[in-house]
């Protein structure tokens, strides 16, 4: 019987077969059609866009930037839309919306600077770029700031720390971030020319202060302007480089700091790069590695000074390393070994980080998108910038709980994923982060055994130069300490 049924239902089968093929053929190119037209569906993020041309640009200018984008948050949630200086923005306040935007889609969004910027630093510098260049590039720049690379360093960067904290002696007021600048600059000179003689470092650094002081200013070219001083003195940059490239060249030294790296590397049509591509990666090699360090050194200082418990024990550790090096006979001050910053400090490892993440001195950073991008349901149109707000990340109690004490024991466990980027994430990720670590670990051990040090004045707060730095730049006086016997 059961065959019987089985002839007589066929062609009823067939049709339905038929129908529910053809259905699911007719949804399947509908869903197609709108992915395709997805983004004209999707809305845009919460958030206001403030007034016409201005959008939200005075209430941002006019309150701690940080306390317009959590108050943002907490009204919108962790993606908002707002419209600054003149552009439309996605802010992003999440570890996995920084994720999708620095890693995971990268190629979605492009590095964007002003023009003004690009032409002070060098419009070939690999921060601007996105690609094949990048990628060679930063191949390059990430070789010549390895830990291999940088380990030969450690006995320079700590002989330059502890010349550099002698002046500081004698209980006369100095500016913390200043003097630390100075620092910092020779630390950049050291990692990109290696021992550079003193006439082309002098000369390099006169040019460079101006162009530093350009770099913020308003972008005209006017004659007279501190923007056009720049311009004049970022040409005679690139003069003084032509001639270090040029003596290289005839000497055939084969160098392997920065220098060395950019200038003997071929790409596969075996082509050398430019001497402007050279000198255009150079200064920004030199502008990437030289406030950000001192910014985050001078909170350091600030942090320790104002945590007494945690000075002692940070001195308890250096002191412990010192001694070690009095009782082998090699307390020289270029006798800090790489191996005992890497191994043999890890509370001072702890204050670096938790001073990072407090400070956030990059407390976001730029994309705009390269496509209409869609993220969470929510459109992120082609053109708009996108902002990863690291410093929001870091100060959200979800992820570092009390995030405005200053707590170095938060980091006896490995923050969550994505949570902790001080030196950004993903293709653009700082190459120069463990050149800054060792810099700021060796100054903090000469500070700390050879020092005793006291704030002046009462201003707390903090000032943006433009990365943020305590107040004035950390007054303060400095006196060297007897050594015990
Ligand atoms: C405490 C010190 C430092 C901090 C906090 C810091 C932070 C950062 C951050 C957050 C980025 C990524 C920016 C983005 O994604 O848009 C970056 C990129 C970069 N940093 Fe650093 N940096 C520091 C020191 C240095 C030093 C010492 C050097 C070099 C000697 C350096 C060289 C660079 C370069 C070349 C890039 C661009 C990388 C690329 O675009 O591929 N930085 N840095």
Same mark, same amino acid.
């Given at each position: 019987?059961?065959?019987?049924?089985?002839? /007589?239902?066929?062609?009823?089968?067939?049709?339905?077969?038929?129908?529910?093929?053809?259905?699911?053929?007719?949804?399947?190119?509908?869903?197609?059609?709108?992915?395709?037209?997805?983004?004209?569906?999707?809305?845009?993020?919460?958030?206001?866009?403030?007034?016409?041309?201005?959008?939200?640009?005075?209430?941002?200018? &006019?309150?701690?930037?940080?306390?317009?984008?959590?108050?943002?948050?907490?009204?919108?949630?962790?993606?908002?839309?707002?419209?600054?200086?003149?552009?439309?923005?996605?802010?992003?306040? &999440?570890?996995?919306?920084?994720?999708?935007?620095?890693?995971?889609?990268?190629?979605?969004?492009?590095?964007?600077?002003?023009?003004?910027?690009?032409?002070?630093?060098?419009?070939?510098?690999?921060?601007?770029?996105?690609?094949?260049?990048?990628?060679?590039?930063?191949?390059?720049?990430?070789?010549?700031?390895?830990?291999?690379?940088?380990?030969?360093?450690?006995?320079?960067?700590?002989?330059?720390?502890?010349?550099?904290?002698?002046?500081?002696?004698?209980?006369?007021?100095?500016?913390?971030?200043?003097?630390?600048?100075?620092?910092?600059?020779?630390?950049?000179?050291?990692?990109?020319?290696?021992?550079?003689?003193?006439?082309?470092?002098?000369?390099?650094?006169?040019?460079?202060?101006?162009?530093?002081?350009?770099?913020?200013?308003?972008?005209?070219?006017?004659?007279?302007?501190?923007?056009?001083?720049?311009?004049?003195?970022?040409?005679?940059?690139?003069?003084?480089?032509?001639?270090?490239?040029?003596?290289?060249?005839?000497?055939?030294?084969?160098?392997?700091?920065?220098?060395?790296?950019?200038? /003997?590397?071929?790409?596969?049509?075996?082509?050398?790069?430019?001497?402007?591509?050279?000198?255009?990666?150079?200064?920004?090699?030199?502008?990437?590695?030289?406030?950000?360090?001192?910014?985050?050194?001078?909170?350091?200082?600030?942090?320790?000074?104002?945590?007494?418990?945690?000075?002692?024990?940070?001195?308890?550790?250096?002191?412990?390393?010192?001694?070690?090096?009095?009782?082998?006979?090699?307390?020289?001050?270029?006798?800090?070994?790489?191996?005992?910053?890497?191994?043999?400090?890890?509370?001072?490892?702890?204050?670096?980080?938790?001073?990072?993440?407090?400070?956030?001195?990059?407390?976001?950073?730029?994309?705009?998108?390269?496509?209409?991008?869609?993220?969470?349901?929510?459109?992120?149109?082609?053109?708009?910038?996108?902002?990863?707000?690291?410093?929001?990340?870091?100060?959200?109690?979800?992820?570092?709980?009390?995030?405005?004490?200053?707590?170095?024991?938060?980091?006896?466990?490995?923050?969550?994923?994505?949570?902790?980027?001080?030196?950004?994430?993903?293709?653009?990720?700082?190459?120069?982060?463990?050149?800054?670590?060792?810099?700021?670990?060796?100054?903090?051990?000469?500070?700390?055994?050879?020092?005793?040090?006291?704030?002046?004045?009462?201003?707390?707060?903090?000032?943006?130069?433009?990365?943020?730095?305590?107040?004035?730049?950390?007054?303060?006086?400095?006196?060297?300490?007897?050594?015990? &016997?």
């Amino acid at each position: 019987m059961a065959y019987g049924f089985i002839p /007589n239902t066929l062609p009823l089968l067939i049709i339905l077969l038929t129908l529910f093929i053809t259905c699911l053929l007719i949804k399947l190119a509908r869903r197609r059609s709108d992915s395709d037209v997805s983004h004209i569906r999707l809305k845009l993020p919460p958030g206001s866009m403030g007034w016409p041309l201005i959008g939200e640009t005075l209430q941002l200018y &006019s309150q701690d930037p940080t306390r317009f984008f959590s108050n943002k948050q907490k009204r919108h949630g962790e993606i908002f839309k707002t419209h600054i200086l003149g552009c439309p923005c996605v802010m992003l306040a &999440s570890p996995d919306a920084a994720r999708f935007v620095l890693v995971t889609q990268s190629h979605l969004f492009k590095p964007t600077y002003p023009k003004s910027k690009e032409r002070l630093i060098g419009p070939s510098a690999l921060f601007f770029h996105q690609g094949d260049y990048h990628a060679r590039l930063r191949q390059l720049v990430q070789r010549a700031l390895s830990l291999d690379a940088i380990r030969s360093l450690a006995g320079d960067v700590s002989a330059l720390a502890a010349s550099a904290l002698e002046s500081w002696d004698g209980g006369h007021v100095i500016n913390t971030f200043e003097e630390l600048k100075k620092l910092s600059f020779e630390v950049g000179i050291l990692a990109v020319f290696g021992h550079l003689e003193a006439h082309y470092r002098i000369e390099l650094k006169k040019n460079y202060g101006i162009v530093e002081k350009g770099y913020n200013s308003f972008p005209t070219t006017m004659p007279g302007t501190p923007y056009k001083r720049a311009l004049t003195a970022r040409r005679k940059l690139s003069e003084i480089l032509g001639d270090i490239i040029s003596e290289r060249k005839e000497k055939k030294l084969l160098e392997n700091d920065m220098l060395g790296c950019l200038l /003997n590397s071929k790409d596969y049509k075996g082509q050398l790069l430019t001497d402007e591509q050279v000198a255009d990666n150079i200064i920004g090699a030199l502008f990437a590695a030289q406030d950000t360090t001192a910014s985050a050194m001078t909170w350091i200082v600030k942090y320790l000074h104002d945590n007494p418990k945690l000075l002692d024990a940070v001195k308890a550790e250096q002191k412990a390393i010192q001694e070690v090096n009095e009782r082998d006979g090699t307390n020289s001050e270029s006798t800090l070994t790489w191996s005992q910053t890497r191994h043999n400090m890890p509370f001072t490892h702890k204050v670096v980080s938790e001073s990072l993440r407090m400070a956030s001195i990059i407390a976001f950073t730029f994309r705009e998108a390269v496509a209409d991008v869609e993220y969470k349901g929510y459109l992120i149109p082609k053109g708009w910038k996108v902002m990863p707000l690291f410093r929001n990340i870091h100060h959200n109690p979800e992820y570092f709980s009390d995030p405005h004490k200053f707590d170095p024991s938060r980091f006896e466990v490995a923050p969550k994923p994505n949570t902790f980027m001080p030196f950004g994430n993903g293709v653009h990720a700082c190459p120069g982060n463990e050149l800054a670590k060792l810099e700021m670990l060796t100054m903090i051990h000469h500070l700390v055994t050879k020092f005793r040090w006291e704030v002046v004045g009462s201003e707390s707060g903090t000032q943006n130069c433009p990365f943020p730095v305590p107040m004035n730049g950390l007054p303060a006086r400095y006196w060297k300490q007897v050594p015990s &016997s």
